[in-house]
Structure formats: structure tokens, C-alpha cells
DNA sequence: GCTCTATATCGTCAATCGACGATTAACGAT
DNA sequence: ATCGTTAATCGTCGATTGACGATATAGAGC
């Protein structure tokens, strides 16, 4: 039981591997992070705003959040003509889940 | 001074998102994943055991490495003619840090 | 000096990424 | 019905990634 976390049998471990390397794919570009950036300092907002914000052209950015999107790190609801785009509190969850495994094996383990 | 964490000046913000992109980018792979797994599991490893745990070719293998080892993600202390390859504990506060933050912003803002 | 072992690096190739402008889609307002 | 606004999608192009085998490097041991 006291292995339940850490040794996860080989073939779950290799999609699990998979799913968390989604993730940091998702987040694997400084435009990506200014999103989310701006969607922690803003709770939440619109889609043009982040065209503006990152400096890139509207077809760029709305790849990003669709990026974002896909990933399930961000959501966007519909409130036409525009998309209300936040962050997914699952999905960061998911991330600190991680990151705690993690530091808390290195923090046991390395000396 | 409450902003101090939130709110940082623009060009510094557009730096730390490179900073942590290149850091998510080193982890956008299954196969980086697994490594990083691994390291967890035994503490230490030589980059041999590596390349039959995850079933790339060699150089392939090799190439995971260095991209971790550059992102700082890992360390690689040369033991001739073996590599001992370790988690860096610095890496792992990093991470941690960035997601405590985001997960801060989250929980307060996000209702 | 060679030979063995473990790593790193090189060169190549297909596949994916990231950027852009142009186009399309969906709706509210006039 | 037409126009204006906002987002998504398409098509293209150069740059980067990830895979491999072949080769190079560095030291231990004979």
C-alpha cells in the first residue's frame, strides 16, 4: 500500500507518462504561459484581450488556446460573439498532484 | 507589495514565461517522463539501466538525457565509464514553486 | 599498445510545430 | 438583409523535433 503511489505497474505507468507529457506539451511555449499567466492575474477573459495582450496575430493566438483548450488546461464558454476563456481548475490540480509526487520523493530520497 | 508575487513587470513576466516553457518543453515527452519516473523510483541510476528501461536506441536515449540535463531537470555525475544520473532537487522546487502559485491564484480567484 | 564498455555526437530523414494571411462561421445590431 | 465584431479553421512555409545507425570519445583492464 505504501507503494500504491509511487510503483504503478509498467503499462499504466506508460500512460500516465503519456498523459502528463500532454500536459507539459500544452504548457511547452512562452505563449502558452503568458495565457495562463494572464488568466491567473484576470480571473478570466476574452478572447480578443489575449490576442492583444501576447502580440502575436488573431490565427496564432486562437491555435494557442485551442492548444490550451485541447489540453484541457484552459476553458472557453461562449458568449457571443466572444469566448470567455479561464483557467481549469482540474487541470491545475492535476498539476500540483504531480509536482507533489514528486517533491516529496526528492525530498525523501535525496539525501 | 501584495502584488509582489501577482503582478510582475512586463518584460521580467515575458522572461519567466521562457524560463518555465523551456522547463515544461525538456518534459513534453513520454520518454523524458519515464526517465524522470525512474529517478524517482530508484533514487539514482546509470544512463545503461536507462536505455533498456525505456526501449529507445541508444543515442536516441542519450539525446533525452542531455535535453533534461540542460533544462537542469537533471544532473549527471560522470563515474567512468558510467553517468550517475540524478533528479536535481533545485529543479523540483522550481516546479513546485510555479504550480503553488498558480494553484493559490486559483483557489482564491476562482470562486 | 589494443580491447571492452558506456556515453556522446554526427548526419539523415520524416513528422510536427509555430507563424502568418485569407477565409469562414456565428451572431447582434442597424 | 447587410454590416460589424469576434473566433475558428485552412493552407502554406521555414524551423524544430525525434528517431535511427554510424562514428567518436574516454577511461579500465589486459
Same mark, same amino acid.
Given at each position: ?30 505563449? @502558452? ?5 494572464? !488568466?491567473?492575474? #484576470? ?7 489575449? &490576442?492583444?495582450? %501576447? ?24 458568449? @457571443? ?5 479561464? !483557467?481549469?481548475? #482540474? ?7 504531480? &509536482?507533489?509526487? %514528486? ?9
Amino acid at each position: 500500500m505504501n507503494q500504491a503511489v509511487t510503483h504503478i505497474s509498467a503499462p499504466r505507468a506508460r500512460e500516465a507518462d503519456e498523459q502528463i507529457a500532454v500536459l507539459a506539451k500544452a504548457l511547452a511555449h512562452p505563449a @502558452r504561459i503568458g495565457i495562463v499567466r494572464m !488568466l491567473l492575474e #484576470r480571473q478570466t477573459c476574452v478572447g480578443c484581450d489575449v &490576442v492583444e495582450h %501576447i502580440g502575436l496575430a488573431q490565427s496564432t493566438t486562437s491555435q494557442h488556446l485551442q492548444i490550451l483548450k485541447a489540453a484541457g488546461i484552459i476553458l472557453g464558454e461562449i458568449e @457571443r460573439p466572444r469566448v470567455c476563456y479561464s !483557467l481549469n481548475p #482540474r487541470a491545475v490540480d492535476l498539476l500540483k498532484t504531480l &509536482v507533489d509526487a %514528486i517533491s516529496t520523493h526528492t525530498t525523501i530520497s535525496s539525501r
